[in-house]
């Protein structure tokens, strides 16, 4: 099996809309002649929230699709979380996906919020 520790996705500035940033997706399966694993799956570590507005609260909101799955609010693992301005969260996960799963954040109108996710990529 080959497992990589690494970033697994980042949004510089993750969208107003609903829903509108693909923070990250586990990956279909390589394109290598021998895979170690026949399912690629992700276990992320954490997801690192930063508002860099130096004046104004913001809020963001994350949700986690399976693959085939139509959004929905059960998938919502955070809903207009509030952060501080200059402030940084660091929220300790231990979040297991699948290949094709997703997932997807959004921050209030004008927000100026980065994400990142970090994790192990096992393939």
């Known amino acids: 099996m080959a497992e990589s520790f690494k970033i697994l996705g980042q ?3 993750v ?10 997706t586990v990956p279909e399966k390589p394109n290598v002649k021998f ?3 026949d399912t690629p799956q992700a276990l992320v570590s954490s ?3 930063c508002n860099r507005h130096t004046t ?3 809020s963001y909101s994350i949700r986690v699709v399976p693959n085939g799955e139509t959004p929905a609010d059960k998938h919502t693992i ?6 501080q301005e200059k402030t940084t969260h660091v929220i300790s996960l231990g979040l297991g996906l699948q290949v094709g799963d997703k ?3 959004s921050v209030a109108s004008d927000d100026t919020i980065s ?4 994790g192990i990529e096992m393939v």
């Open 35 to 37: 895979a170690p694993r």
């Open 11 to 13: 949004a510089g500035n």
């Open 15 to 24: 969208s107003d809309s609903s829903f509108g940033t693909t923070l990250y």
């Open 103 to 105: 997932i997807e954040a």
């Open 47 to 49: 997801i690192v929230v």
């Open 115 to 118: 994400m990142s996710a970090f």
């Open 56 to 58: 104004d609260d913001g």
């Open 78 to 83: 955070f809903s207009t979380n509030v952060i």
